[in-house]
């Protein structure tokens, strides 16, 4: 029903472009996500196996995301999001190999390393904001954001499944056949771009990166997803030893998850209804993060697998909510004209808390057993906590962009004085080298022919 809903009103090129590239990303995802429920059980047959290599192996792959996250998003800007996208996939198939054929888990280790350094997120939704109009980019995203979260779903029962009929190395060769498949999509089904969204909107700009590593309110979005992905993965070096020792099969660990999973969503989603009709989203934002810390001190003291469960299930409405959330409240927050910087850094953010949960959890559960990874990610849930607390949300606004010819500094900071004196107008952003004003505004206020007739006159 969402997704029919999503669909509407977008014409057959948007329609297209929303559904392949979901494609492309909640494949490759899959692939990223299978790892995580059977590494720990099935790594045992590697050489050099302990905990601490579960924790690098698991997380490796954040590293190199983070890294090249804009680097990658920049290239698909001067060569183009197709070669891109194909370049990223390729390495993702490559390190799939690698951890194939891998006897050990340093070279593993090495594989998830290159499958990371495939990090085309960014070309992806640069090229989805390319092919779409700017009233209706927000569905394909959205499209886009939920193919991710099936994925995810679907790994959890998936990877222990094929992990007990084909091995680790079968979860690897099955993922590089899907990149494979990501592949074909990009080059035969994928729309080539014809034009170019304007690229403050959807990519880092290199002038943005400082003023966004700076801005306060978004600093703590990013640790916060830092957090949060910190978390599930250092979760995951434990959790399936942990199920194991419940007397609970490998092979139906996915019993266990696929209904949380599913009772999650039905917590989730009303939460974040009343949450937006309440206008308490700070509030809702709260009791999610301290959902997860109350997650993390069940687990630290479960003794029973009913005490697992209820965790899980506790720990993903929480996940599930905020998941959903920070980006939106990033959209929100980062000033007219420079999103794509602010979720550019935000993206990489989350990609190295999923490095950093690999590395936490392996050398906690390395000097200190698995159970000591909850008590540690408790506390630092309360940091994270403390920190969301002092969080402003700025009111809800809408973002347009508006096409301007001038050519001074001067002529600029005189649209942009005009602009930002009319009503309802919140921020007003002009960039000279793409010719584009970028405008944050209260649309039951703002009049957008007053704006338009502005920047006409300012180009005559």
Known sequence: MLLVV??????????RAAIALALVFSTRMLGLFMLLPVFALYGEQLVGFSPLWIGLAIGAYGLT????????GWLSDKIGRHKVMLLGLLLFVLGSVVAALADSVYMVTVGRI???AGAIAGAVLALAADLTREEQRPKV???????????FAL?????????????????????????????????????????KAPTAETLALPQ???????????????????????????????LPALLNQQHLAAEQHWQVYLPVLLG????????????MRRQQEKRYFLINVLLLVAAMLICWQATALWGFVLALLVFFIGFNFLEASLPAIVSRVAPAGQRGSAMGIYSSSQFFGAFLGGLLGGTVAQHFGFSAIFAVLAVIGLVWLVIASTMQLPARAQRLSLPVLV??????????????????????????????????????????????SLVASSSQ
């Open 6 to 15: 999503t669909m509407h009103q977008l014409n057959s090129l948007e329609k």
């Open 65 to 72: 995301q983070a890294i090249l996250q804009i680097p990658f």
């Open 114 to 116: 290159l499958q990371g």
């Open 141 to 151: 995203m959205a499209i886009i954001g939920a193919s991710i979260g099936l994925s």
């Open 155 to 195: 790994a959890m029962v998936l990877g222990p499944l094929l992990a007990r009929w084909a091995g680790l190395s079968g979860v690897f060769w099955f993922t590089a056949v899907l990149a494979g498949c990501a592949m074909l999509i990009v080059a035969f089904i994928v729309p080539k771009s014809v034009s």
């Open 208 to 238: 943005s990166l400082a003023a966004m590593i700076k801005h306060g309110q978004l600093l703590r979005l990013d640790f916060g997803v830092l957090v949060l992905h910190l978390m599930l993965t250092a979760m995951f070096v434990a």
């Open 264 to 275: 999650s969503f039905l917590f989730m989603v009303p939460m974040m209804i009343i949450a």
């Open 407 to 452: 050519t001074t500094e001067q002529q600029a900071g005189l649209l942009a004085a005009k602009l930002a004196a009319l009503s309802g107008v919140q921020e007003v952003t002009i960039l000279l080298t793409e010719q584009r004003c970028y405008l944050k505004v209260s649309a039951q206020q703002f009049e957008l022919a007053q704006a338009q």
